[in-house]
Every structure is written in C-alpha cells, then in structure tokens.
C-alpha cells in the first residue's frame, strides 16, 4: 500500500510505500514533515476504523447491494451499473468479452464512498486549520490524496471543506461475459471477469438482474477484501507519537483537572473561556497513555520495553492506576517520581517505553487455525495465536537526548521490525541517520526494509525527493541532508586556522 499526498497545505508532493518496516523523513525545519506524516496517520486510521474486520466489509457491500438502510435506502445503486453493463453488451453482441471497467468502477466508487465518511474530514479539520486552508496551496493545483494497492487506487480530493471520494480506479481491466457454463466471476493476473446470466426463453438476450446482483455483489466483496488484506498487512493498529513528548504530557495530564475545576466553578465564572484545541494525533496520544493498564503487552515487546528501560533510562516506567499517570522509579535510588517531573530525556523516551509494554496491542486467537482431528492443542502453542500487525508514527525521537542515546534507539526501532511492528519517523539527528545508513550496509536491515526519504522545498512547494537518499545494499544510505553543514563547518575551521597561522604573532585574529 501507497499513500502519494500532492498540493496539501506546503506540500507539494510526498510519497510513502507503508509496505517499508522503517521509513524515515528527513529534511530542514518548517518543509511539512509533520503534515505529511500527519495525514498519513489520519487515513491509515479511518480506513482501520471501516476496514478492520470481514464484517465491515460485508456490511459495506451490503449497503451497496440494498442501496443503504432507512430512509437514505437507494436500490438503484446496483441497478445503474447493471443497465450500463447490458448496453455496453446490446453494443458489442458478439464479443466474448466485454470491458466494463468503467462501469464497475462508478459501482467501486459507491462502495468506497462508505468507507470515507465525515469523520476523515473532521479529523482533517480538527488536525489541521482546515480543509480549505489546506486545498489553498500557492501553486493552485487541486489537493490530492492518492491511496494505491494492488487492485485498487482511490483519488481523495477537497470538496467544500471536505474530503471526498473523487474517483476509484481499478487496476485491471474488468470484462463481462454470458455465462454459458454457470460460472461464477474470476480474478486472474491479466484482468477481472464478471460472468452474467441471460433471462431464459429471450430472443436478444437479456440480463438477470437478481442473478447479476448477487455478482457484481460479490466482486465488490473480494475488491474490498483484497483492499482489507493489503491494509492489515500493513498495520492493524496505529499510533502516533508527537514530538514535545515531555511537555506534551505535562500539560495534558494536568488538563483533565483544569477541566474539572472549570466545571465546579462555572457559577462563579463571569467571562466565556475558550479551551485550545488538541489535534487528533496529540489527542490520540494522551488517550492511549491514560487508558494504559498495568496489564503488559505482548511478550517479547514488554521485553524490549524493560530492555529500553535498563539500557537507556536506568529505571522502571509503571502506571499509577489510580491517578492514570505514568511513574518513573530509579534504579540506583529507588526514587519513584511522576513523569512530569523527571528529566527531559527520561520523560521522551518514557511514553515510548510505556506504549511497548501497557499500550501496545496483545496476541490475538488465530481463528484460522484448525487443530488435526484428534489433536490436542495448549494455550501456549504459537500456532493459535495471531500477531498483529503494529504501524508507530513518532516524531523527533531524538528530542533532548545524548548522541549515544539516539544511536541506541535506532537499534530498537530495528529490533521492532522483528516483533511485527513498522515504525514512521520524521528526524533531525545525522546520528540516526548514521546508525540506520551503518544497520544497512552491515546487512543487519535489508534496502528493502528502510524507506528513507529527503524533503526539499521548491517555488511550488515541499518535495519529497524519491532519488535521493534511498537506501543501497552494501552501500548504506547517501547523505544529502546533513553532509553540507558538516562541510560548511569543516571549512570554517580550516578557515580560521589559515587566519590564525596568517595573523602577526602579537595581534588577535578579528572575529
């Protein structure tokens, strides 16, 4: 799955492959590495929102099959693309297939429809200033959204402060053919066929709708499966990690009693108090660190998470279960202290910890699993348990830390990979990038694995570069974001040793 954002805000263009374990976003301050991330959080979540069990998808399709529920039911849905399908065939009689593609895609673009729903728009809205301020970008070129699997490419566009479907492609061409051995519809490499009935006893033949129906219905159904499958590979759940973790948390974990106090106090209020808004991600964030239990994740995250925890903080991360609030206890001291108040490094890396070990999704029952007949089957065979598929957003995770603490979270960001986890990132620190560039020239992360990505700014807008900085076997990553600093300051030195060796021996070199 790809996701290509264009003309969004001071993006110009910017493109993820979320297929990647690690992709990385580097580039100058102010180039719109956040929007773009951010947007990519915001859809990836709505589609697991709609698209996260079969039986969303059945539900879908269903709506399309009955033309919705209530009031709003539309039964011609279905009926258009059938009367398209039988003219296109009343035009062409004699060939054995006919392309319906368009018109199987006008019936895609229904279904697809359902699935983004006014609260992607709200989450744009409540993320950003707002959709039109967002569509309003100096190149006056339409905002683009661009969803592509295999199958199936959905255009998302700006349409009176919201976000609409504008079209749904279908990647293979869709043919139509009589049925004259019953048979049903079939997915090849090469195209799509639908197989439709002719209503007995007609002279020219003629379309059975209900028979029709229950085709294209079921198409529809493999189209959205096939989506659904490419969307949980990539990840079941999602989360986001802002950057200003420590003040973030500070300020949020406090808010819920200023609220409180607001609301006891309303009688003696006298002037309307307007309280700041919180874009979803941040508010994702807070959420899912005050809804954390001491009940541990998986395993082997809860390990890495204990692993962070002594290599990087010298102490423990707990919940307080009562006050919903993270604590940090010092190994050296036994010192326990509430987050807020503990150094900037421990209360970055803290919620990253906390989210490892009390947030992160569990193991699941493998309801595909079938024991052998007879066969007896323990709670602790890896068999019946599903490993989610986990998809973290984090931004500037080398905020306020050491450089060689940064060069060791890298190595736990690669060992993630390994637990069925995928990591976003947006990064200042060249000592990431080296850690990452040195992971895969020693083969410990393939190319593959590493989308590494380098945004320029442009006259029309921020560009994320796709030749540069991409990763090369047994080369690493090239370095086209950091190496001129480091030269400029390289220079700057030789420079003033020339002045200095220049300089008389009893006058200072002028600054």
């Known amino acids: 799955m790809r996701i290509l954002i264009e003309n969004f805000g001071p993006i110009a263009r910017a493109e993820f492959d979320l297929t990647k374990d690690i992709n990385v976003v580097f580039g100058k301050n102010n180039i719109g590495k956040s929007y773009a991330m951010t947007a990519v959080y915001l859809v990836v979540k709505q589609l697991l929102g709609m698209l996260s069990e079969s039986a969303d998808v059945y539900s879908i399709v269903h709506q399309v099959h009955l033309g919705g529920f209530g009031e709003s039911r539309q039964p011609q849905v279905l009926d258009r693309f059938i009367d398209q399908v039988q003219s296109i065939?009343?035009?062409?009689?004699?060939?054995?297939?006919?392309?319906?593609?368009?018109?199987?895609?006008?019936?895609?673009?229904?279904?697809?429809?359902?699935?983004?729903?006014?609260?992607?728009?709200?989450?744009?809205?409540?993320?950003?200033?707002?959709?039109?301020?967002?569509?309003?970008?100096?190149?006056?070129?339409?905002?683009?959204?661009?969803?592509?699997?295999?199958?199936?490419?959905?255009?998302?566009?700006?349409?009176?402060?919201?976000?609409?479907?504008?079209?749904?492609?279908?990647?293979?061409?869709?043919?139509?053919?009589?049925?004259?051995?019953?048979?049903?519809?079939?997915?090849?490499?090469?195209?799509?066929?639908?197989?439709?009935?002719?209503?007995?006893?007609?002279?020219?033949?003629?379309?059975?709708?209900?028979?029709?129906?229950?085709?294209?219905?079921?198409?529809?159904?493999?189209?959205?499966?096939?989506?659904?499958?490419?969307?949980?590979?990539?990840?079941?759940?999602?989360?986001?990690?802002?950057?200003?973790?420590?003040?973030?948390?500070?300020?949020l974990s406090a808010f819920g009693g200023i609220v409180a106090e607001l609301s006891k106090s309303r009688r003696f209020t006298t002037r309307n108090i307007s309280l700041p808004s919180i874009s979803e991600p941040v508010a994702d964030y807070f959420l899912h660190l005050s809804n954390a239990t001491d009940r541990p994740s998986r395993p082997e995250l809860y390990q890495l998470g204990q692993q962070m925890e002594q290599e990087l903080l010298g102490g423990e991360v707990s919940v307080d279960l009562q006050t919903k609030k993270l604590l940090f206890t010092e190994a050296k001291t036994a010192t326990t202290l509430d987050l807020a108040f503990t150094s900037s490094m421990i209360s970055e890396i803290a919620p990253i910890a906390a989210y490892l070990k009390y947030v992160l999704p569990e193991l699941r029952a493998n309801l595909l699993f079938e024991p052998e007949p007879g066969e007896e089957v323990t709670e602790d065979d890896p068999r019946i348990w599903h490993t989610p598929t986990t998809l973290i957003f984090i931004e500037e995770p080398e905020a306020h830390l050491h450089p060689g603490i940064q060069v060791k979270l890298m190595e736990f960001f690669a060992r993630l990979t390994k637990c069925n986890v995928r990591v976003m990132m947006t990064t200042h620190s060249n000592y990431l990038f080296n850690k990452l560039?040195?992971?895969?020239?020693?083969?410990?992360?393939?190319?593959?694995?590493?989308?590494?990505?380098?945004?320029?700014?442009?006259?029309?807008?921020?560009?994320?570069?796709?030749?540069?900085?991409?990763?090369?076997?047994?080369?690493?990553?090239?370095?086209?974001?950091?190496?001129?600093?480091?030269?400029?300051?390289?220079?700057?030195?030789?420079?003033?040793?020339?002045?200095?060796?220049?300089?008389?021996?009893?006058?200072?070199?002028?600054?």
């Open 89 to 251: 065939f009343r035009q062409e009689p004699q060939t054995a297939d006919v392309v319906i593609t368009t018109a199987f895609e006008d019936l895609l673009k229904e279904c697809f429809s359902l699935v983004f729903d006014e609260q992607l728009s709200d989450s744009f809205n409540n993320s950003f200033a707002s959709i039109n301020q967002l569509a309003a970008n100096s190149s006056r070129q339409k905002l683009v959204i661009k969803i592509s699997t295999r199958f199936t490419t959905l255009y998302l566009g700006a349409q009176d402060n919201k976000l609409v479907l504008e079209r749904a492609v279908c990647n293979k061409p869709v043919v139509g053919q009589w049925n004259k051995m019953h048979r049903s519809h079939r997915f090849s490499d090469e195209q799509i066929t639908l197989y439709f009935d002719a209503k007995p006893h007609e002279t020219i033949p003629t379309i059975d709708i209900p028979a029709a129906n229950h085709e294209a219905s079921d198409v529809l159904f493999h189209v959205l499966h096939f989506f659904q499958d490419e969307l949980v590979s990539v990840a079941e759940y999602v989360y986001f990690l802002p950057a200003s973790r420590s003040g973030l948390y500070q300020a």
């Open 437 to 511: 560039s040195n992971m895969v020239l020693k083969g410990e992360l393939t190319e593959q694995q590493v989308g590494s990505h380098l945004m320029r700014a442009t006259p029309t807008g921020s560009v994320m570069d796709s030749d540069a900085m991409q990763a090369i076997a047994g080369e690493g990553i090239p370095d086209e974001n950091f190496v001129d600093v480091a030269e400029q300051l390289y220079n700057e030195r030789l420079q003033a040793y020339d002045d200095q060796a220049a300089a008389p021996p009893d006058q200072p070199v002028a600054p």
